[in-house]
């Protein structure tokens, strides 16, 4: 199975921007949907978005608070997914982690953090004001 790596983060002052990565071990090519998902001390893991094999995003996903600042990409060639986070706020520190779906099985046929099977260790991202 798949085992994404996040890296990238780091402290950045308010309204700064970082771009995360996750690269995944995937030699035979296998399709999966891979996820974003964020969660502060003491709340509740949310994900902030998705992206399936072909590299189209799914923005169904993203909570509104991230909406127009996150952007989720996938370079398929070398099997890395970013996340662009811009105009960051404090509200926005958290450990960020990426995971991947069921191999074979595409983001829309997966339902909630539940659905995503492979997780990453995480990298911390601390916005200060």
């Known amino acids: 199975r798949v085992q994404p790596v996040e890296s990238g983060g780091g402290t950045v002052q308010s309204g700064g921007s970082l771009r995360l990565s996750c690269e995944v071990s995937?030699?035979?090519?296998?399709?999966?949907?891979m996820g974003w998902f964020r969660q502060s001390t003491g709340k509740e893991r949310e994900e902030v978005g998705r992206?399936?094999?072909?590299?189209?995003?799914?923005?169904?996903e993203y909570p509104g608070s991230v909406k127009g600042r996150f952007t989720i990409s996938r370079d398929a060639a070398t099997d890395t997914v970013y996340l662009q986070m811009n105009s960051l706020t404090p509200e926005d520190t958290a450990m960020y982690y990426c995971?991947?779906?069921?191999?074979?099985?595409?983001?829309?046929?997966?339902?909630?953090?539940?659905?995503?099977?492979?997780w990453g260790q995480g990298t911390q991202v601390i916005v200060s004001a």
């Open positions: 992206i399936d094999p072909d590299g189209s995003p799914r923005y169904t």
């Open positions: 995937n030699p035979l090519k296998h399709d999966y949907c």
């Open positions: 995971a991947a779906g069921p191999i074979g099985r595409w983001c829309e046929y997966i339902s909630g953090p539940g659905g995503f099977r492979t």
